[in-house]
């Protein structure tokens, strides 16, 4: 099992940032099980999440519904 790294629950989401951007990804951990992919988040730390002020977040996960939409104010 892959833990989040914010609690020990199972890890369902790698989250990964493209500085350059200014955007924030939300893939599904299955093929990012290294930790220095990103960041390893559980269901409920990634539900949570919100970028930067100015980012956009990209929901790239195959679960739906997707949490965002775009813009991650």
Not at 15 to 28: F, K, N, S
Not at 41 to 55: D, T
């Amino acid at each position: 099992m892959v833990a989040c790294i914010r609690c020990s629950a199972r890890a369902t989401t790698m989250l990964t940032y493209d500085h350059a951007d200014a955007e924030a990804y939300l893939d599904d951990v299955q093929g990012h099980e290294r930790a220095y992919d990103g960041m390893l988040l559980c269901e409920g730390h990634a539900s949570r999440f919100a970028a930067p002020v100015g980012w956009t977040t990209i929901d790239r996960r195959a679960a739906d519904p997707r949490l965002f939409a775009g813009g991650g104010d």
